[in-house]
């Protein structure tokens, strides 16, 4: 039997969020998200040291900050230089249900010029998400030609 390079229900690029709280973290993305928990180990005391989780058909890994291991979260940094894209079959919804857990407004939802419907929350960890439904195929030269009408 042949271990696969990649392993099975992975993709090749996979986020991990270093987080602080990491079982509060957990519960937050299963009540925002819908995350469904494939692997968690705790360190002993309690706190995370690797968890994986599954949102849709994509993994998503997270641990605790942990100085040991030079990881620290987007609260102790004061903020992140990245944001997660998740798209959903109803963002209308899914942006509520995001609030409601305990996420943050950022950017409102609204149909976007390159064919989405998105809107961006800061979860309670530091982290962005941007949450979209994809609801028109735009051709490049009309992407082009409405982002140039944009900033006319």
């Known amino acids: 039997m042949t271990v696969k390079a990649i392993p099975q229900g992975h993709h090749s690029l996979t986020p991990y969020l270093i987080v602080q709280d990491g079982a509060a973290?957990?519960?937050?993305y299963q009540r925002a998200f819908g995350a469904e928990v494939t692997l968690r180990m705790d360190m002993p005391g309690g706190?995370?040291?690797h968890?994986?989780?599954?949102?849709?058909?994509?993994?998503?890994?997270?641990?605790?900050?942990n100085p040991q291991w030079q990881t620290q979260s987007p609260k102790t940094?004061?903020?992140?230089?990245l944001s997660l894209m998740l798209y959903l079959p109803d963002v209308d919804s899914a942006f509520a249900k995001a609030i409601?857990?305990?996420?943050t407004e950022l950017m409102p939802l609204k149909d976007q010029f390159y064919g989405d419907r998105s809107g961006t929350v800061l979860d309670p960890?530091?982290?962005?998400?941007t949450l979209g439904t994809h609801i028109e195929d735009v051709g490049?030269?009309?992407?082009q030609r409405r982002m140039a009408a944009m900033f006319q």
């Open 77 to 81: 940094l004061g903020g992140t230089p």
């Open 25 to 28: 973290a957990i519960d937050f």
């Open 51 to 65: 968890a994986e989780l599954k949102i849709g058909d994509s993994p998503l890994m997270l641990s605790e900050e």
């Open 125 to 129: 960890f530091g982290h962005q998400w």
């Open 100 to 103: 409601a857990a305990g996420a």
């Open 140 to 143: 490049h030269e009309e992407l």
């Open 47 to 49: 706190s995370l040291a």
